[in-house]
């Protein structure tokens, strides 16, 4: 009788979880990110972002951004990630219902369910564009071999040829979100983004150090268009992938094991959402050799398992921070 009234208690429980879920996805779509992070940050417009100073770091010039169609907020200064509910436990440090409470009892602006479509619809042509432009640079880059990428790579110690997905191009760095207009073309390794057909959808540009002073004194990786989901697909694997954090770790990989099946998701945080094919039972992540990789793939360890993939680990040695360090032989520890 009374394991009876536990269950059914513990049932009620879970119910209620459902439903709280339910009202935060209600308060999520009725109130933009806008309306919570406008109190505390003067925004101002910037294409169909809203851009101002970010309230977790300090800083001069903005680099945190608002995007009421897809929810959430960003900063490229200091990393800070989340929609509105995130938004108001990090500003107060209050608890995820406390925050929601707070929220839902608040009287903030809201917008219509077609205001909110409205957005959407723009945020999905825009992201439609972003994947256009990526192909399109995709499609005018070069081969690596003869190229300023190839002595980017050996400068790396890696000598194997990369594969089709990995080459050289003339292309901008920025784009002027007001205007439209595109930054100068400089030389950079352009790395083709696969989704799940092995269509290019994104890219990522590296550019060179000290090439151009905007992007400053070290090589400055961009991406551009569809980037979650998608991975860079080195080599295939019927089974089995390995997950590489970056080009350079992945190409290490491969040239100190021939053949092995790599892919690389661009971030760590990127591996659970990659389109991976049907065959694949099997990921193994290579991962970095400091505190902050080893947490990020542990985060995506999980999210993979809950995918009903095998997940495992291989580290470089431990005198190496890296795949590529390891193979040029670079000790980050002396
Ligand atoms: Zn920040």
Request: aromatic share 8%.
């Amino acid at each position: 009788m009374t394991g009876e009234r536990r269950h059914a208690g513990s049932r009620r429980d879970r119910l209620s979880d459902v439903e709280f879920r339910r009202l935060v996805d209600e308060l999520k779509s009725r109130v933009p990110v806008s309306s919570v992070v406008g109190r505390a940050v003067k925004l101002r417009k910037a294409g169909h972002d809203l851009v101002g100073l970010c309230p977790f770091h300090q800083e001069r010039s903005p680099s945190f951004t608002v995007n009421d169609a897809k929810e959430f907020y960003h900063c490229f200064g200091c990393g800070a990630h989340g929609d509105i509910i995130r938004f108001v436990m990090d500003r107060e440090g209050c608890g995820f219902r406390e925050a929601y409470q707070r929220l839902a009892s608040d009287d903030l602006p809201t917008w219509t369910p077609s205001e909110r479509a409205k957005a959407q619809a723009e945020a999905q042509l825009e992201d439609l564009e972003k994947e256009k432009d990526a192909r399109r640079f995709y499609a005018e880059a070069q081969p690596i071999a003869g190229t300023p990428g190839e002595i980017y790579f050996r400068a790396r110690a890696i000598t194997i040829a990369p594969p089709p997905c990995v080459r050289f191009g003339m292309v901008p760095s920025w784009r002027n979100k007001e205007t439209g207009e595109w930054g100068r073309k400089r030389p950079a390794v352009i790395c083709g983004a696969q989704d799940g057909t092995g269509a290019i959808v994104g890219i990522q540009r590296i550019f060179f150090k000290n090439d151009d002073p905007r992007l400053g004194k070290k090589d400055c990786k961009l991406s551009l268009g569809t980037i979650k989901g998608s991975a860079l697909q080195l080599a295939h694997g019927e089974r089995t992938i390995i997950l590489a954090e970056g080009p350079e770790d992945g190409l290490s990989i491969m040239q100190e094991g021939p053949g092995l099946p790599v892919w690389v998701p661009f971030g760590t945080s990127m591996m659970p959402a990659v389109d991976y094919p049907a065959s694949v039972r099997r990921v193994i992540i290579a991962g970095q050799n400091n505190t902050a990789g080893r947490i990020a793939a542990n985060k995506a360890a999980i999210a993979l398992a809950e995918r009903g993939l095998e997940v495992s680990f291989v580290w470089p040695d431990r005198r190496y921070d890296d795949w590529n360090d390891q193979l040029r032989g670079v000790s980050a520890h002396g």
